[in-house]
Structures are given as C-alpha cells and as structure tokens.
C-alpha cells in the first residue's frame, strides 16, 4: 500500500522562526512531490513541488526531497501568523495518471 | 496560471434532490480532473478520477450512482450528487490537472453542501 506518513502536530513555533515540516513515502516509484497549504474551511494551495534530490528554494519556502532516503521536507523561514495552516504532503508516481496520495496533514500555528 | 473554479461555493439543498456541481480549468486543458470530499477536521479523500472523455474511475466504496461524474470537454467536469442525504453534507473540492502543469495538481475553492 503506497502509504504518506507526515509527523504529527500540531507544531507551534513563534514569529520569525523556521517551521520544518516533514513527510516520508514508501513507494520508491514516487516522482512528483509536492507541499499544499489549507487553511480552514478553504482548498489546498499549492505551494512547493519537487521532482529532483536536494534543495529548492521559492521566496521563505523550501523544500528538500531525498529519494534514498524517501524523504521530503519544507522549511519555512521568518515564519508568520499568515503561514498558521495545515501543511498536506503530497506524491505522485509516474503511472498513476497524475493521481496523488496525500498524507494527513501537519497543523502549523505560529505565533505572534 | 493554473486557475480552477468551481460552481456553486455553497449550496443547501432538501434531502432527495440532486446537485450538480461544475468545475472549470480557466487558462489550461485539464485531461484529468479529480474530485475530493473533506469533512469538517478529516483529510481529503478522494472520490474518483476522471478523463475527457472517458468514464470516471471511482474508489473504493464511493457509490457512482449516486457522486454521477462527467468530464465532457477539457476544461469542464460535472458532480452531480443524486437523491441527497444529510450525511453528504460536506466540502467538496476538485482539482485539475493536465498539458502544460506538469502532473500537477491545482485545486478549485470547493463546494460546501448541506443537506437538510
């Protein structure tokens, strides 16, 4: 069973600090990876996707994927009350017609 | 870019009617679109896929005669829930994805039903 374990929250951190958020998958045929932010009572936005081993930075986002150790992880840098959502991690595998697996979600509240 | 709605946000609905709801991929073809359902503090499940085209591809324990999916041009599928029940109130959200966006995922704002 292709399974997206995420570590469970809820994390606080306070204003300005980094969050790391963290997910794990088990199927090694993964592809695509990709962070989505839900605020309540709202839809997922994307916010990060990344398909290659290492870093990639986008603004106070970053998201690090390593396959060997199927891992995939987004900090979040000077966080801010605005970034207080539900962090959902999700992976694709190439055969899967864009089909993703979702993991449960960590809850982020950061605080002023 | 990558922007899809949906219609209506809210409905309330009398259980036994039906609601059809729409989702639109405004500046891109979507070749797959998928439908979500979310109740209040839970995940997103996922209640089937669908192609333009083609018949919908349902998971397991979702009722396709009754969450009706048509996905009939690229850049619209259609949820039509039939006979409605208090128990299918709840967030309903699609996604889109397809040429140009690269297996992405992109989601529309979601539907709130409530059926009294």
């Known amino acids: 069973q292709k399974e997206v374990e995420q570590n469970s929250g809820p994390l606080s951190v306070p204003e300005g600090a980094i969050a790391s958020l963290n997910c794990t998958y088990s199927d090694r045929g993964s592809q695509s990876f990709f962070w989505y932010r839900q605020y309540s009572g709202k839809s997922p936005e994307l916010i990060m996707s990344?398909?290659?081993?290492g870093d990639k930075e986008d603004g106070r986002f970053t998201a690090q994927l390593n396959k060997a150790s199927q891992y995939v992880s987004l900090l979040i840098r000077d966080s801010q009350p605005s970034d207080s959502a539900t962090y959902l991690c999700a992976v694709n595998i190439l055969s899967s017609n864009y089909k993703l697996t979702f993991g449960k979600g960590t809850l982020l509240t950061v605080n002023p | 870019g990558a922007v899809v709605s949906q219609h209506p946000s809210r409905v309330i609905c009398k259980s036994g009617t039906s609601v059809k709801i729409e989702c639109r991929s405004l500046?891109?073809?979507?070749?797959?679109m998928f439908w979500y359902r979310q109740f209040p503090k839970q995940s997103l499940m996922l209640m089937a896929t669908?192609?333009?085209?083609?018949?919908?591809?349902?998971e397991q324990g979702v009722e396709k005669d009754k969450f009706l999916i048509n996905h009939a041009s690229l850049t619209l599928s259609t949820l039509t829930v039939t006979s409605a029940h208090p128990e299918d109130s709840s967030f309903y959200i699609c996604?889109?994805?397809?040429?140009?966006?690269?297996?992405?995922?992109?989601f529309g704002p979601g539907t709130r039903l409530l059926v009294l």
């Open positions: 669908s192609n333009e085209g083609s018949k919908a591809t349902y």
């Open positions: 500046d891109f073809q979507a070749t797959t």
């Open positions: 996604s889109a994805a397809g040429t140009g966006v690269i297996e992405t995922q992109y």
């Open positions: 990344i398909y290659s081993n």
